[in-house]
C-alpha cells in the first residue's frame, strides 16, 4: 500500500527557513495531485500549497511569494521551501496526494486527497 512520509520540520526563530520533505512510494508515486496543509490545535486543516501532475502550482495567499512548493517525480518526493517564516505559520504540515485528477478549484479541498502523511511540525518563535 502506498505511503507518504514528511520529514523537515523543526522550531526556527522569526524569519528563518525551513525545508519539508514529503517521499512517497507504491502507487502514491503515479498521483495527479500533491499538495500540503497545515493545522494547529483547534483548528481545521488547509491547504498551504499544491502541484499538479502538469507541474501547475498554486498557493494560499498566505504563504504566496515567501514559499515555493516543487515535486521531483524521479525521486518520487514533494517538497516545499519556506521563506520568511513567521510565527503565524506554527502549525503541523501534511503531506498529501490525491488518486484522481483535480480541478484547481479542489486542490485545497482536504476531502478529494485520499492520501496523507502524519505530518511534520513546525514551530517558529515570536
Known amino acids: 500500500q502506498g505511503q507518504l512520509v514528511e520529514s523537515g520540520g523543526g522550531s526556527v526563530a522569526d524569519g528563518g527557513s525551513l525545508t519539508l520533505s514529503c517521499a512517497a512510494s507504491?502507487?502514491?508515486?503515479?498521483?495527479?495531485?500533491m499538495g500540503w496543509f497545515r493545522q494547529s490545535p483547534g483548528k481545521q486543516r488547509e491547504g498551504v500549497a499544491a502541484?499538479?501532475?502538469?507541474?501547475?502550482?498554486t498557493y494560499a495567499d498566505f504563504v504566496k511569494g515567501r514559499f515555493r512548493i516543487s515535486h521531483d517525480k524521479a525521486q518520487a518526493t514533494l517538497y516545499i521551501q519556506t521563506n520568511n517564516l513567521e510565527p503565524e505559520k506554527t502549525a503541523r504540515y501534511y503531506c498529501?496526494?490525491?488518486?484522481?485528477?483535480?480541478?484547481?478549484?479542489?486542490?485545497?479541498?482536504?476531502?478529494?486527497?485520499?492520501?496523507w502523511g502524519q505530518g511534520t511540525p513546525v514551530t517558529v518563535s515570536s
Open positions: 498529501a496526494a490525491s488518486k484522481n485528477y483535480l480541478t484547481p478549484d479542489n486542490w485545497f479541498t482536504v476531502a478529494a486527497y485520499d492520501y
Open positions: 507504491g502507487p502514491i508515486q503515479t498521483q495527479y495531485c
Open positions: 502541484i499538479g501532475s502538469d507541474g501547475t502550482t
